[in-house]
Structures are given as structure tokens and as C-alpha cells.
């Protein structure tokens, strides 16, 4: 599908884990996955909060850490480069930086930033924080706990109808490293347009979307490869 003449073809990213894998952060399905060596219920609810706050925050402050350490790769790299010739919208549920480190001007975070603490009170309140750790005692304005600004199971995910309004105006989309399990994140991938150019890249995936080319390979070298393609065709 072509952008009518006069505007930018849009491209939309909807990326997940496994396209930071080649970073060294782990993904969370994979066999050596954090899910299969940490407990969800625990690190990612709030009722494993409200049980033990220090479990969780000492969980997040030593993924804060790996990711201040972790450097773009060359899929987040060759994502950046496509704003040269295009609109680019990248959606991702990871709550790495290395989409905007890379250079990516315009990042929707569905599931939060791990670089940002919020308010236990009050949710709007939310701050940089770097990659320093939270410790129990932080407190926001109001004086109540700070927690990683992270969207855990049973909270409501962030931009969303932002995302479903991009995903619908898209004339490619480039679905990478996401196992798709995890809704109501995982919806926008059917939301693309029916005439869409569409395209899915995993190392492995158990449903491939309908519609979408599969590409199975590793991010890193399957995304460039596409990008490429894509920034010396003509549309
Ligand atoms: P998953 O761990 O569920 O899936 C990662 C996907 O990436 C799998 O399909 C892998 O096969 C694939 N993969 C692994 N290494 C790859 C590589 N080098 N190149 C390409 N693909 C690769 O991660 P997500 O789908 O992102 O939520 O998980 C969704 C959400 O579940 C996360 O945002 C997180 C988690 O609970 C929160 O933290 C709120």
C-alpha cells in the first residue's frame, strides 16, 4: 500500500523482547527467559508488590542496571535509520531505552519505562529516574513509595489508543521479537490495514499473524536486511 502522494509513507515497529536479545537483556518466554526463572505473579502484580516490595524492586532495579550497561543493536539501529526517509512510529512493549538510544525520535511504550518511577498514590506522577536504583523508603511528592513506572499484570496499558490510531493509518508494518502472548498489547498487530505491507520477524513464534510475511531469524541481521529493502524501493 502506497502513502497518497504528498505524504511521508508510514511505517509502524511493534517490537518485543527479542529484538533487544542481541543486547544481552534476556526475553521472557525463551527457554532461559526471565519467566521461566523468576515468578510472574511475584515480580509482575501488584498483589506480589503488596506482599514484598523489596523482592520486586530489588528484581527491577537489577534489570535497570543491565539495560544502563546494554548498548543499541543493529535492529534498533536500522529502525532509527528509517526516519530518514519515512514516518516511523515505533511501538514497543520493552521497557529498554535502546529503541531511542538508537535514534528513534517517536517510541510508544505500551508496558512502561524501566528508567522512570511513578507515584503508588498517585499513578500520574511519575519521574526520570535514570538507571539509580528505587529503594524502599523513596517516596514521591506526596510521600508515598515510589515504584518502577512498570504496567504489571491487570493494569491498564499506556497509549493505547494512540498505538490503534497509528497502526490503523500504517502503510508497512514491521512486527519483531514478540511471541505475541501478552493482550491487550498483542491486538494491535491485526489492527494493520488490510492492504498494508506486513511483515513478522522471530526467532519463533506460535501464532505468525494473518496476512504477515514470516521472516524466522534473529533481529539483528533479518531487520536491516528488510529496512534496506524498504529505504531503496521507490515507495
Ligand atoms: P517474549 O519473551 O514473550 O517473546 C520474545 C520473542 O522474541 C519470542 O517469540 C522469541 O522467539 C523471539 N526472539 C528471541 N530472540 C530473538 C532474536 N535474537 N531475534 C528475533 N526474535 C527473537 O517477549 P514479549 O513478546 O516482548 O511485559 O513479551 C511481552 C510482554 O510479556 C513483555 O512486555 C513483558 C512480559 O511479561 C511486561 O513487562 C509488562
Known sequence: MHAPSGRKTKIIVFSGAGISAESGIPTF?????????????????????QADPALVLDFYNQRREQIGQAKPNAAHRAIAELEKKFEVIVITQNVDDLHERAGSQHVIHLHGEITKARSTLDPSLVYDIGYRP???????????????????FGEEVKQLMEARHHMKRANKILVVGTS?????????????????????????I???PRRYKFLRGKAASLVPMVTQRWLTSFQ
Open 134 to 152: 528505587i529503594t524502599l523508603g523513596k517516596t514521591c511528592e506526596l510521600n508515598s513509595q515510589l515504584r518502577p513506572d512498570i504496567v504489571w
Open 206 to 208: 506460535d501464532r505468525v
Open 29 to 49: 518466554r525463551d527457554q532461559a527467559g526471565l519467566w521461566s526463572r523468576y515468578d510472574v505473579e511475584q515480580l509482575s502484580s501488584t498483589l506480589g508488590w
Open 180 to 204: 505475541l502472548q501478552v493482550y491487550p498489547a498483542a491486538h494491535l498487530v491485526d489492527r494493520a490495514p488490510y492492504l498494508s505491507e506486513k511483515i513478522c520477524i522471530s526467532l519463533d
